[in-house]
């Protein structure tokens, strides 16, 4: 068995055992953690607090529970887990897993909140879940790389986002259940154990190759995912005191390891998407750890702070976010929105506190796909979710800028998504999620973007393969940045952005250095400025270059071509007219329904103006922009190819 790294000593960086101390050691946490399950904010179904759950809105949840109820339970076949290690395909598999799941979690709702004759049904998806060969997803299984095999190996579980679903869901219906099961079906609990420390407890404890871990210092979201939800199995199915005290603290140092990889701004190089299942997994677990410690183990900490402020920075208005890397640019529904208000609320952040409320009020009724343990949570949240905040919605200082991910999002009027809202990025191509991003942009129009980031289409095993880059979403042709000598950008972080100059609340304005984005000697051979000039009403993004004769070596332009493009990716409806202006509107973008659009004008009038669509037949994509996305192409006058400048200007149509 592996030793543990509890003794290993520990920087200052690392925040959690720095604040903590010998709190979080094994020895103080046997006695901090017992009774722990007496004192979580999520009470067993016997506890009267559930009759006020019951008159929450669960209109839809019900339907959909007594619908499928008593018909056959989706069931994950050997076929659906091969199809990933034989065609690429990953939706087969994970879509009947999580649909199993989502019915489950409705389940053990209605059974809460006394509906009766719901036991059995929660008793058969529990065991369909033990009787399930493998929790993890076949994409992230190591049984192909390893013997060729496109079968589970139950002698070898691998430990994944998939299995740390699993044993939580697990572990809150036996919190939520546990009489009423050993009443109704003995032996159950006793099952649900052995499984939990055969498949998590027990490979978590044992290896410290999981590449999750971060020991070798590449952090990233399935940490704080993972270590979340193996701290709500080892509160609810661990039941030796020593044991649950283990694998605790094991769960603190990766959780530490995660926050201390988190810059001083709370920025998150994967996105707002991804932020609610990485750093928002993260505030989840060290509430818990709060919550059953009794508040010795307090995450009061400045990175907290940060990181609770992310989501409302990268808002661009209603539903719409900033998207990089692999997100997409609308918010999913079922978010925990009630967790982030709870921890804006502890903070004092009031502009976090109002988007949570904002999108809470929105959504009263909690979604089985955010998972068993954040359906009940916000269940158990006595606060009403309706009624909506009140107030304007404020940006501190009027935008946002992050220096660790060189992302800027400055809006024409400051507080209010009315107008235009310009999002600029840098960074460099070697982030988590990362597409060939360097130098993009996209303007929002009343908070809806016009001129976008595709975001994540769905993934498959090219996705994080060899061949991610030959994906059009990935690709820095089918994002807003130009293209000298018609390159791609490279793969890698020294393919980045040198930041030329900074915004600030007074001039909202992002000077990137591009050339080392295209492998080019220099930062300043490619300058990309971006600005809201708010008197005027008009977003700028100013391209100016001064170019070697050919490509670098070892780039190759497609084709040979030595033409220089700058591409804008545009959602919506185009039109362009003959005097170097063209109009976008937002027909065609789900969930829009008219409003204002883009009027765009360029300088030089003779850049050759070249259209191509995409259709879209993802339905990732599709559900977010329609039908197709349009690429317009600006193609240099050869006079301009070496050296030269090119100006956008945007406005809102009226």
Sequence with gaps: ?????????????????????????????????????????????????????????????????????????????????????????????????????????????MAAVGEPNWLDEVIDGAYLLCEQSSWSWAAHDDVFTRNGDVVPDRSRPYLDLGAGEVVAQLAWLDHMLGDALDERAPGLRKRLRAEANERVIRPFLDRLDWHWLGLHGDVHNWNPWIHSNIIVAALLLVDDPELRAQVVVRCIEGLDRFLASIPADGAIDEGFAYWWNGAGRALEGLALLEEASGG?????????????????????????????????ARAHQGLPWDMLRRWAVRLGDSEAAWLAAAFMAAEPEPNAAAGLGRVLTQLSDSRPRNGGPSGQLSLPGGGTYLPSVQIMVARQNPGSSDGLTLAAKGGHNGEHHNHRDVGSVVVAVDGVPLLVDAGQPTYTAQTFGPDRYLIRAMQSAWHSVPAPFGLEQGTGAEFKAAVLQEPTPGEPTLALGLGAAYGLDHAEQWIRTSVVNREQGSVVIDDRWNLPE???????????????????????????????????????????????????????????????????????????????????????????????????TVEATP
């Design 550 to 648: 050919q490509a670098p070596e070892g780039m190759h332009p497609p084709e040979g071509t030595p033409d220089i493009d700058i591409t804008y990716l545009v959602a919506g409806t185009v039109t362009v007219g003959t005097d170097a202006t063209a109009t976008i509107t937002p027909d065609g973008i789900p969930t829009v329904s008219g409003g204002r659009g883009l009027h765009l004008r360029w300088k030089p009038a003779t850049a050759v103006v070249l259209v191509d669509e995409w259709h879209l037949d993802d339905p990732l994509l599709s559900d977010i922009w329609g039908g197709k996305l349009t690429r317009i192409r600006f193609r240099m006058p050869a006079e301009n190819r070496a050296s030269g400048a090119f100006t956008l």
């Design 296 to 328: 010795v183990l307090d995450p009061d900490l400045p990175v907290i702070r940060a990181l609770v402020a992310f989501p409302h920075r990268m808002h661009l208005g209603d539903r719409w976010f900033l998207n990089v890397a692999d997100g997409p």
């Design 1 to 109: 068995m592996a030793t543990g790294i509890a003794a290993v000593e520990v920087p200052p960086l690392y925040p959690l055992r720095s604040a903590w101390g010998s709190a979080a050691a094994a020895p103080s946490l046997v006695n901090s953690l017992r009774g722990s399950c007496d004192r979580l904010t999520v009470r067993p179904a016997s506890d009267a607090g559930w009759q006020r759950a019951a008159a929450q809105p669960l209109t839809e949840l019900r339907a959909q529970a007594a619908a499928e109820k008593g018909s056959a339970w989706p069931q994950p076949l050997v076929s659906h887990y091969a199809r990933y290690f034989r065609d690429g395909n990953r939706t087969a598999y994970e879509g009947l897993v999580a649909s199993r799941q989502q019915r489950l979690t409705r389940a053990v709702v």
